[in-house]
């Protein structure tokens, strides 16, 4: 997994009054996940409006209180998305230990998320946290020891799982259902 710098997102034009209406483009936007600092935030995000007359990205967390243990939850999703928004990038942040059942299934992000980084903080993973994302190119997950995870958490995407190099093995026989995904992060 070669880090860029970017997010590169491949999506149709929906604004029937463009020139490109209706066919694929692909866009390259600043990748939010690269930190050079340490930070304490729940959820990390780019997000993505397209409307007819103002598409428009952008950029946020969700702030955790510092040295509390969260659980992040369909809620705090919900509030991102609201009035439309879709979210393109999204990073579960330090503070977070538990990812809820049915995090992401059946919101908008669904279908448009394209790149999850997990914390190293995250022990356990609920069932269908991330159900039907079949857009995702990329999931990365920083623990050592891999989280609990429920059923069909992955379901519907097929892109690749990076972890930690030395926790492969572990990951391959933890997670099974996804081994032949799992791939070492690359220094």
Do not use: H
Not at 20 to 28: A, I, L, M, S, V
Not at 89 to 100: A, D, E, K, M
Not at 157 to 178: D, G, K, L
Request: proline content about 5%; some cysteine.
């Amino acid at each position: 997994m070669a880090n860029t710098g970017n997010v590169i997102v491949t999506e149709r034009d929906t604004n029937p009054f463009s020139p490109t209406y209706n066919t694929t483009r692909t866009r390259t936007y600043e990748d939010l996940t690269l930190c050079s600092v340490p930070e304490v935030y729940k959820l990390k995000y780019y997000r993505w409006k397209n409307t007819q007359l103002n598409p428009s990205l952008t950029r946020g967390t969700i702030a955790c209180s510092v040295g509390t243990q969260g659980v992040a939850t369909k809620d705090d999703l919900l509030r991102i998305e609201s009035d439309g928004w879709r979210v393109l990038t999204l990073q579960i942040g330090s503070c977070v230990n538990s990812i809820r059942a049915e995090f992401m299934y059946d919101t908008y992000s669904d279908e448009t998320i394209n790149s999850l980084w997990i914390a190293d903080t995250v022990t356990s993973i609920g069932n269908k946290a991330f159900y039907g994302c079949s857009s995702l190119r990329e999931i990365t997950v920083f623990a050592t020891t891999p989280p609990v995870l429920g059923t069909l958490v992955f379901y519907g995407s097929s892109c690749p799982i990076y972890v930690p190099v030395a926790s492969v093995s572990a990951y391959q026989a933890a997670w099974s259902e996804y081994a032949n995904r799992i791939r070492p992060i690359e220094e």
